[in-house]
C-alpha cells in the first residue's frame, strides 16, 4: 500500500485539480446562463417588435416602412438564431465540464477512501501489537506470580 505522506500528496492534487475543476464548471454555468438571458432578451424585443409592427399596419403604413420593418425582423431572426447556437454550445461546454468535475471529485473521493483504509490498516495494526503486549506483560506477571 503506498505511504500516508503519498496519499496526502494525492489527495491534496487531486483537491486542487477539483477546486479548478468547480472554477471552470462555475464559469461554464455563468456563461451558459448569461447566454439564456441574452436569448430570453432577443426573444422578448423581437415579440415587441412584432407586436409595433401589428399596430402600425392597423394604423396603416407606407410600404417602405413596412420592408423596414420585415427587413429588421429578419435581422433579429438571424440574431436569434444565432443566440440560440451560441446557448447550445454554451450548455454543451457546462455538460463538458459538469462531467469533468465529476470526474476529478471521483478521484479525489477515491484517494481519499484509500487514506481512510490505509489509516484503518495502521490503527488496526497497532491495537493488535498494543494487545500482544498487553498478553505478554499480563502472562509474564502470571509467571513471575506464582
Known sequence: MASLSALDTLIDLAQRDCDAAAKRLGAALKAA?????????????????????????????????????????????????GQREV??????????????????ERKR??????????????????NKRDQKQVDEFAARKAFYKR
Open 109 to 126: 473521493l477515491s484517494y481519499r477512501t484509500l487514506s481512510e483504509r490505509a489509516a484503518a490498516e495502521t490503527l488496526r495494526i497497532e
Open 87 to 104: 446557448t447550445k454550445h454554451a450548455h454543451h461546454k457546462s455538460a463538458v465540464e459538469k462531467t469533468r468535475w465529476q470526474a476529478s
Open 33 to 81: 446562463e448569461e447566454c439564456e438571458a441574452k436569448l430570453t432578451m432577443l426573444l422578448g424585443y423581437r415579440d415587441d417588435y412584432a407586436m409595433r409592427l401589428d399596430a402600425a399596419q392597423v394604423a396603416g403604413i407606407t410600404p417602405m416602412a413596412y420592408r423596414n420593418f420585415v427587413a429588421f425582423l429578419d435581422k433579429l431572426d438571424n440574431a436569434i438564431n
